[in-house]
Each structure stands twice: as C-alpha cells, then as structure tokens.
C-alpha cells in the first residue's frame, strides 16, 4: 500500500455542489494531515490541517480524519469555479523531521 | 510578513551540468524543506534542514545536496544533471511546534536537455 492514496480523478461538480475528495493512508504516516490547493503552474497552498479524529471546518472548508480506517476527506461547500484545482492530501509520521509525504492529487472542476 | 520566496522562476540547463536553487524562508521559519513534484505527481521529499543541519532526507542521491544559512535561508544543489530532473522544485518553510504546518514558495522550473 502506498502511503498516501487519494482518488486521481478527476472530479467534477456543479457550481454550488458539495465536493468531496477523498485520502487513505498507511501505518507509516500517521500523524497530523494537511491539504493543498495547487492551481495549474502554481506551487501547493496550504488550506487546511486537521491532528485529531473528528472534524475541523474552516469557511466552505470542512476536514474530516478517522484514524481507525485511516481515512481524510476534504468537503468544498457551495463550490466555487473558482474552488478548481489540484487538492493535494498530505500527511507526516512525526518524528524528528516532519517530512510530508503526499498522495498524487485530485484534479477538481466545478462547472459553471 | 514576508512569505517563502525562491529562484530563479524557471531554469533551463544540459544534461551533465550543475544547478544551484535559492529558496529564502517565510519570516521567523527555522526550518526548510525541499520537494521535487514531476508532472502530474505529488510533491515528493528530498531533505529538511534545520539550523543549519541535515534533518532527514528522501530517497535521492547524494548528486542532491543542499545548505542553510543562519539567516535559515538554504540552497538545493543538483550535479549530473540528468533528462528525469526536470521538474518543479519546491521549497516549504515551516516552525516546529505550530503544527508542523509547512508553507511552499512559488517553485523553481527545471528543464533538463
């Protein structure tokens, strides 16, 4: 299993849909996890980080970890054309360097 | 505050030859991370420098080397180029103990001929 998994996509949602992108992860990266929003050409920006079971919401933005089944989720509420990009899950095994080791990323689309 | 700042933005260089990329970190950042993201792939972990120290590194060879400055600024240096390094690099700053919340710069673009 690698550790990090997200669905490639792409998705593709109606303007003012609820997006769901969703992350599993392995043993090896178990920590705290992080998404991404990477626009075409861009670098990655950091827009949400989430340590603990539960939720965490942030805006549109909601997290959502469940480290029983090693599963993170990102919802977008009431998605923007302008919410279209790369979402990049990414997690860290704590330790002494924090690495983050990410998934391959999720092509989103919200159409008009 | 001043945000992570890298360059050159893009960079074209021939297979064989050397490259130096400046990455300055995001105001009171003591610690630097450099990734590699190919197209169409995530970003992927080369090393972490932190106070001037070596503090973990991905699965690169030893051809990947890097510095920090005290200023924590730090350099990613490639020798050998080879065609398969091209790519985007990226430069993360972070403070430990926030969460370990890492903040990339806008990316070096290396092309390799």
């Known amino acids: 299993q690698k550790e990090v998994e997200q669905n490639s996509g792409p998705l593709s949602v109606p303007e003012g849909a609820i997006a769901s992108l969703n992350c599993t992860y392995s043993d090896r990266v178990s920590q705290s996890f992080f998404w991404y929003r990477q626009y075409s050409g861009k670098s990655p920006e950091l827009i949400m980080s989430?340590?603990?079971?539960g939720d965490k919401e942030d805006g549109r933005f909601t997290a959502q970890l469940n480290k029983a089944s090693q599963y993170v989720s990102l919802l977008i509420r009431d998605s923007q054309p302008s919410d279209s990009a790369t979402y990049l899950c990414?997690?860290?095994?704590?330790?002494?360097?924090?690495?983050?080791?990410f998934g391959k990323g999720t092509l989103l689309t919200v159409n008009p | 505050e001043t945000g992570v700042t890298q360059s050159p933005t893009h960079l074209i260089k021939t297979r064989g030859q050397q490259v130096t990329l400046r990455c300055s970190s995001q105001s009171g950042h003591n610690t630097v991370s450099w990734y590699q993201q190919a197209l169409g792939q995530g970003p992927q972990f080369i090393f972490q420098?932190?106070?001037?120290?070596?503090?973990g590194r991905g699965n690169f060879p030893p051809r990947f080397s890097g510095l920090q400055f005290p200023n924590y600024s730090s350099e990613l240096n490639v020798n050998a180029l080879e065609l398969d390094d091209s790519a985007l690099y990226l430069c993360?700053?972070?403070?430990?103990?926030?969460?370990?919340?890492?903040?990339f710069g806008p990316g070096t673009r290396l092309t390799v001929t």
């Open positions: 990414a997690g860290h095994s704590g330790g002494s360097n924090y690495k983050l080791t």
């Open positions: 993360a700053s972070s403070l430990p103990g926030q969460g370990n919340e890492q903040y």
């Open positions: 989430i340590y603990s079971n």
């Open positions: 420098y932190y106070r001037e120290e070596e503090n």
